[in-house]
């Protein structure tokens, strides 16, 4: 019974290709976020959702786009793949709710999108 | 960009050899978790501080959170090959919008050789 899966777990492609990453959680958790870690282990948020809304945006190229379609799934298209895009996407959720001063929930990782653009 | 400083970045001992990591921010955090990671999976979960000057055990690891809420430091005694991995540290924080986001480590790269 996996918590949190990602498809695929590895992907291969060229420079300019548009591509996509699932994620679904059986956790029944209302936050789910996407991660890229580097190469050199940088762990940094790109973007959460809260019940299918946006709640966390960095700075984020346009060229990603999110999408929620339910609670349980949060997906993630990139467009016009460049070479600086090369890393290990993970997602995750948890039960937080996003604003309030209350402990940070236990955030559940999938095991990891690895991402090549060659 | 606010950050939370890990050192070191690299550590790699003898099996049965104690060590400490710490996680040092200029920011307050309302909690601060760590997690452990291994090759080729995701982070884990491996406990949460709450309270300013907290301590936590988790066997032979020791989590402190400091009396200012902005740094804290993992101790772990007799080390053991298992215990290899990256281990994150994550701040909590609310932004100006009363959105609270994980400020992560960068992370501090354990081996333990047998």
């Known amino acids: 019974d996996t918590a949190v899966s990602q498809t695929p777990k590895y992907l291969v492609t060229q420079m300019g290709n548009d591509k996509s990453i699932k994620c679904e959680q059986n956790?029944?958790?209302?936050?789910m976020y996407w991660y890229k870690q580097d190469s050199k282990k940088f762990l940094k948020i790109m973007f959460s959702?809260?019940?299918?809304?946006?709640?966390i945006n960095e700075t984020v190229p346009n060229r990603f786009s999110p999408k929620s379609p339910d609670k349980a799934h949060l997906n993630l298209h990139i467009n016009s793949l460049e070479l600086g895009d090369s890393a290990v996407y993970f997602c995750?959720?948890?039960?937080?709710?996003?604003?309030?001063?209350?402990?940070?929930?236990?955030?559940?990782f999938g095991p990891g999108t690895r991402l090549t653009v060659l | 960009t606010q950050l939370l400083e890990q050192s070191p970045q690299f550590l790699s001992i003898q099996e049965g050899e104690n060590l400490t990591v710490y996680c040092n921010s200029s920011?307050?955090?309302?909690?601060l978790q760590w997690y452990r990671q291994e090759p080729g999976e995701g982070p884990v979960l491996l406990v949460t501080?709450?309270?300013g000057g907290e301590v936590k055990k988790l066997k032979r690891l020791t989590f402190q959170f400091g009396d200012a809420r902005k740094d804290s430091s993992l101790h772990i005694t007799a080390a053991q090959p298992g215990d290899t991995g990256l281990y994150l540290c994550?701040?909590?924080?609310?932004?100006?919008?009363?959105?609270?986001?994980?400020?992560w480590g960068l992370g501090t790269s354990l081996g333990v050789n047998p």
């Open positions: 956790l029944g958790h209302d936050t």
């Open positions: 920011s307050v955090f309302s909690s």
């Open positions: 995750a959720s948890s039960q937080d709710i996003p604003g309030g001063r209350a402990p940070t929930d236990t955030q559940y």
């Open positions: 959702y809260n019940n299918k809304e946006l709640i």
């Open positions: 501080v709450v309270t």
């Open positions: 994550a701040g909590a924080l609310c932004n100006a919008g009363n959105n609270r986001k994980l400020i």
